[in-house]
Nanobody, 120 residues
Framework: QVQLVESGGGLVQPGGSLRLSCSAS????????MGWYRQAPGKQRELVAV???????NYADSVKGRFTISIDYVKNTVYLQMNKLKPEDTAVYYC??????????????WGQGTQVTVSS
């Protein structure tokens, strides 16, 4: 059974930085892509950043130049380095994995979410 577990959320002042981590555990055969989404109160979940197996990245316009996504294939862990945080970045951040695990086909997996609050 594949599981995604996030960590690294918390409270930070505007202009500060946080680094989110998401570790994928279980019998994983292929990682096609991993990414981060976020959902603020009263809003729909939105894509923040995604990285493919080939290393291509895509970012939401609102985070370009401030956030960086990276992946460690040895640890099956994806990171989101968030710099110059703004109050509007406040949301629950969810890790997503486009993976193929043992005994299953290609599927989307989600973490439980981690809260990021940007406030003075």
């Amino acid at each position: 059974q594949v599981q995604l577990v996030e960590s690294g959320g918390g409270l930070v002042q505007p202009g500060g930085s946080l680094r989110l981590s998401c570790s994928a555990s279980g019998s994983i055969f292929v990682i096609y892509a991993m990414g981060w989404y976020r959902q603020a109160p009263g809003k729909q979940r939105e894509l923040v950043a995604v990285i493919t197996a080939g290393g291509s990245t895509n970012y939401a316009d609102s985070v370009k130049g401030r956030f960086t996504i990276s992946i460690d294939y040895v640890k099956n862990t994806v990171y989101l380095q968030m710099n110059k945080l703004k109050p509007e970045d406040t949301a629950v951040y969810y890790c997503n994995g486009d993976l193929r695990g043992s005994g299953s086909g290609r599927k989307d997996y989600w973490g439980q979410g981690t809260q990021v609050t940007v406030s003075s």
